[in-house]
């Protein structure tokens, strides 16, 4: 059974740094795209950032230059360091990767449960 288990939120200061990781568990055949995507109180979830199996990646232009996305093949893992953090960065964050299963099966998403991410001014 795929789960994707997340990692490293908190509470940091304006202008910190934080590292969020997601792993993935159970059997799998093939990722292609994983992602983050956060949602604050009130508003609809956004992406922030994706990564393709290839390493191309895209990022929301409110993260542009300050988050960096990466992912581990070997380990089926997917980083997001955050740097520069600005109070409008809460929210809690959500890991998201394209999975294929078994040989058999399509690609589908799947979501982390969310870890939280505070930023106070």
């Known amino acids: 059974q795929v789960q994707l288990v997340e990692s490293g939120g908190g509470l940091v200061q304006a202008g910190g740094s934080l590292r969020l990781s997601c792993a993935t568990t159970?059997?799998?055949?093939?990722?292609?795209?994983m992602g983050w995507y956060r949602q604050a109180p009130g508003r609809q979830r956004e992406l922030v950032a994706v990564?393709?199996?290839?390493?191309?990646?895209n990022y929301a232009n409110s993260v542009k230059g300050r988050f960096t996305i990466s992912r581990d093949n070997a380990k089926n893992t997917v980083y997001l360091q955050m740097n520069s953090l600005k109070p409008e960065d809460t929210a809690v964050y959500y890991c998201?990767?394209?999975?294929?299963?078994?040989?058999?099966?399509?690609?589908?998403?799947?979501w982390g449960q969310g870890t939280q991410v505070t930023v106070s001014s």
């Open positions: 998201n990767a394209n999975i294929k299963a078994n040989i058999g099966s399509r690609y589908r998403a799947y």
């Open positions: 990564i393709s199996i290839g390493d191309s990646t």
């Open positions: 159970g059997y799998i055949f093939s990722i292609n795209v």
